[in-house]
């Protein structure tokens, strides 16, 4: 395997720093060669600032990109978004010599270059890719009996022609990954279904934002599972903080843990709750922590 | 100024709208359309026939899960011609207030979702460092992202224009 820089984007460190912590100590238990990635900035958000200005676009996204190269190092993302961001730029740069021109015109301003030698990887598809459910599981040291509802995000799998990862319509790589932890990854209607996050309609349409992830809490809350698993920070902010949006907005209260995959891996690998951030959630729910407190001291 | 030609800068770019049948496939898939206005085959439709669509609020709607680009009969990348879309709004000075103000984060930290102190409180609290190893420890980081910016004349495009 290659060695790799971490991208962390804006959500997650700025945010919900729990998944950081859980990334750090994941990485760290399967000793993956991966480095800070210092300077990066906003990848920037694929839906909002790439509709507004290509140029603009690429010369972050590339920026981002170029500190890697010069580390030698491909870039590994842990957000829907910044891996379709990434990826996409890296590849319309890597394909296109007259982008990879214009666009380094604007790069030369800031004494760097894009090569187009590293590539953009997704935690979930690194570990799905480098090594399988099967060896997850054998490392796995406290195998989770959790009912699991599992949300892939639409921009790890989709556009299909870019991410190719299989199907777009019921992927499988990721429930087998859930399912590595010892937990079960329950079928629900509408699990391919987006949070209603993207493109920027949460952060201009609030209120129809929250009647399209209403829409899966009820979906989820009906299929008796004890928490959402995702691989996105923006699906995590709809899915978590929605949540409380909701209630207000509706009057409709769920209060369904939700955790990023690192968190529910880092679990499984032993770490308790307070070590992965996963208190740190906008809904607390206290069941479902004891019930984590009961797993852990059954081993 | 002239009025841009939208139908020509998306098949200049391989979005071949004048393909589409009007099957309705991705309306049909549209999570946002179920709750908003949003009716992507109209969408389409308006672009194939060069209509003014630069004002329609529809565009903002499209939350971007790529469900009408994968279910297209006619493999229309459907997605890609709604950001085009809306870049061509945005250079014509359309854009809503709430992404003037994301545009302004970025100029302004580097980051969409900048910091803020109860993130640095819980990050101090799992023994991560206060500031993240991004633009914001580094400003010699976020002074290059500035003029990443100011070259692609960001600041220009995102400041609302006077009429």
Redesign the interface.
């Known amino acids: 395997m290659t060695k790799l820089s971490l991208f962390?984007g804006?959500?997650i460190?700025?945010?919900y720093?729990?998944i950081?912590?859980a990334t750090n100590l994941c990485l760290e238990k399967l000793d993956i060669d991966c480095s800070?990635?210092?300077?990066?900035?906003?990848c920037?958000?694929?839906?909002?600032?790439?509709?507004?200005?290509?140029?603009?676009w690429l010369?972050?996204a590339s920026?981002n990109i170029v500190l890697s190269e010069e580390l030698e190092r491909d870039v590994l993302t842990i957000c829907n978004g910044c891996y379709g961001s990434l990826t996409d730029a890296n590849n319309e740069l890597k394909e296109n010599a007259a982008l990879k021109k214009s666009t380094n015109v604007?790069?030369e301003?800031?004494g760097?270059k894009f090569n187009g030698s590293a590539d953009v990887r997704h935690i979930v598809e690194l570990l799905y890719d480098e090594f399988g459910p099967e060896m997850i599981k054998e490392m796995v040291t406290n195998p989770l009996n959790l009912r699991v509802a599992l949300h892939y995000g639409?921009?790890l799998v989709?556009?299909?022609k870019e991410r190719q990862l299989g199907s777009?319509?019921k992927p499988t790589f990721f429930d087998e990954l859930v399912e590595a932890t010892g937990a079960e990854s329950v079928d629900y209607p509408d699990k391919m279904?987006?949070c209603?996050?993207?493109?920027?309609?949460r952060?201009?349409?609030l209120d129809?934002?929250l009647?399209?992830v209403n829409?899966k809490f009820s979906r989820i809350s009906d299929a008796d599972i004890d928490c959402i698993v995702n691989a996105c920070p923006f699906c995590h902010l709809q899915l978590d903080g929605g949540q409380a949006e909701v209630k207000e907005m509706l009057g409709l209260e769920y209060n369904i843990p939700v955790l990023h995959y690192t968190q529910l891996l880092g679990l499984a690998f032993g770490f308790s709750p307070e070590?992965l951030?996963i208190d740190?959630n906008v809904i607390k729910n206290d069941a479902f922590l004891a019930k984590l407190k009961e797993l852990a001291e059954n081993e | 100024m002239s009025k841009p030609d939208v139908l020509k800068t998306l098949q200049d770019a391989g979005l071949d709208v004048l393909t589409c049948m009007q099957c309705g496939s991705c309306s049909g898939s549209c999570?946002?359309g179920?709750?908003?206005s949003l009716n992507t085959r109209r969408i389409v439709r308006k672009a194939r026939k060069n209509k003014d669509i630069l004002h329609d609020d529809d565009l903002?709607?499209?939350?971007?899960?790529?469900?009408c680009?994968?279910r297209c009969p006619r493999g229309i990348?459907i997605?890609d011609a709604?950001?085009?879309i809306?870049?061509i709004a945005?250079?014509e000075g359309i854009?809503?207030?709430?992404?003037r103000?994301?545009?302004e984060l970025?100029l302004k930290h580097?980051?969409?979702?900048?910091?803020?102190d109860a993130?640095k409180e819980?990050?101090k609290n799992?023994?991560?460092e206060e500031l993240?190893?991004?633009?914001?420890?580094?400003p010699?980081?976020?002074a290059?992202?500035k003029?990443?910016?100011e070259?692609?004349e960001?600041d220009k495009?995102?400041v609302e224009k006077q009429e």
């Open positions: 962390l804006c959500i460190p700025n945010r720093p729990g950081e912590k800070d990635l210092p300077g990066a900035s906003c920037p958000a694929p839906g909002v600032f790439r509709s507004f200005d290509k140029s603009t010369a972050l920026r604007h790069l301003k800031i760097k639409c921009h989709k556009p299909s777009v319509e279904a987006c209603g996050a993207g493109g920027g309609v952060s201009a349409l129809k934002s009647e399209m829409h070590e951030g740190l | 999570p946002s179920r709750y908003t903002w709607m499209c939350a971007t899960c790529y469900n680009q994968e990348k997605v709604i950001l085009m809306r870049t945005v250079h854009m809503l207030p709430a992404h103000k994301i545009s970025v580097g980051h969409a979702v900048p910091i803020n993130t819980k990050r799992l023994g991560l993240p190893e991004t633009v914001h420890k580094y010699e980081a976020l290059d992202v003029k990443l910016l070259s692609c960001f495009l995102v």
